[in-house]
């Protein structure tokens, strides 16, 4: 049974991606497929793990959140708005000329600290704000989420064994392990396995989950720090497009924009769950 954080959660999943694909479908720009891996990990996240308040958006106290997979803004920017960053009707000038809410992550929002979208860079620039808020004494924790084909990049390592050897506690890397890349599995591109223990090698301290399990993300992420003096990785086993059918685990939904009979089903899938 779930409890109510986790069904309230699945609940702000359900309509990041109902966002996501209105938006997606008006912009005539995608990512689809990245944003429904990740929605409930943001859900997750912004439904009661991350210290952040609308009010008070630029709060020195504040969680910091970089979505280093920049690619699905769409997916933040529909969660930011739902937790009441900016108003909802915002949403639908998403990659639109001259909107805020570029394809790519954009810091121009209030909520967004970094913007991204030039993958395997988000841990590097996370590393650095935790470490500060370390040297600084300061109680917030960052939170990176990555796509597993940024763990084909040489500065995702980089930055993992600068988090160890600085013993940055304070630090979460989340990897959406959705096994596809834009064009191809990861697999076929340069597989990550044994992942977990690649992770725990560089001196991290891991925990493997279903990155679609409410009840399982609420509990695994309220239970950081891992161990005292290390930073954290979960790896949540994903499944790219997740939450509608037909693009669930394919390449092709990566960056296809959902359009007529295509868009309904997709709509009619997502309102009719949970
Ligand atoms: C440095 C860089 N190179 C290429 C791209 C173009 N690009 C956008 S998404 C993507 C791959 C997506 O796969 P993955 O990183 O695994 O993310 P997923 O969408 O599966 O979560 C690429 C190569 C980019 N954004 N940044």
Redesign the pocket.
């Known amino acids: 049974m779930k409890s109510g954080n986790s069904l309230a959660s699945a609940e702000l999943a359900r309509r990041i991606r109902i966002h996501a694909l209105r938006m997606t479908n008006l912009g005539g720009g995608s990512?689809i497929?990245?944003i429904f891996?990740?929605a409930d990990i943001l859900a997750a996240l912004y439904g009661g793990i991350l210290n952040v308040d609308p009010a008070e958006p630029a709060s020195p106290a504040r969680d910091r959140f970089v979505l280093s997979?920049?690619?699905?803004g769409g997916g933040l920017y529909a969660v930011l708005a739902e937790t009441g960053f900016f108003p909802v009707e915002k949403l639908m000038t998403h990659y639109q000329d001259g909107s805020q809410l570029s394809g790519?992550v954009s810091h121009e929002l209030p909520g967004v600290d970094v913007s991204t979208?030039?993958?395997?860079?988000g841990l590097s620039i996370a590393a650095g704000m935790a470490c500060a808020g370390l040297i600084r004494s300061s109680s917030h924790r960052v939170f990176c989420l990555?796509?597993?084909?940024?763990c084909?990049?040489g500065s995702t390592w980089e930055a993992a064994m600068f988090a160890a050897h600085h013993r940055l506690s304070n630090l979460i890397a989340i990897v959406?392990y959705?096994?596809?890349?834009?064009?191809a599995p990861?697999s076929d591109v340069i597989g990550l396995e044994p992942f977990a223990a690649k992770w725990t090698s560089f001196g991290w301290s891991v925990r493997e989950i279903d990155g679609h399990d409410h009840g399982t993300l609420h509990s695994v992420l309220a239970s950081i720090p891992f161990d005292p003096g290390k930073p954290s990785c979960v790896l949540a086993n994903?499944v790219?497009g997740k939450g509608v059918s037909f693009m669930e685990d394919t390449v092709l939904w990566?960056?296809r924009v959902p359009r007529g009979v295509e868009f309904d089903a997709a709509l009619a899938e997502l309102e009719e769950h949970l």
């Open positions: 990512h497929g990245s891996s990740c997979k920049g690619h699905a790519h979208g030039s993958l395997g860079h990555l796509s597993d084909g940024e084909d990049e959406d959705n096994r596809i890349q834009g064009i990861v994903t790219k990566h960056y």
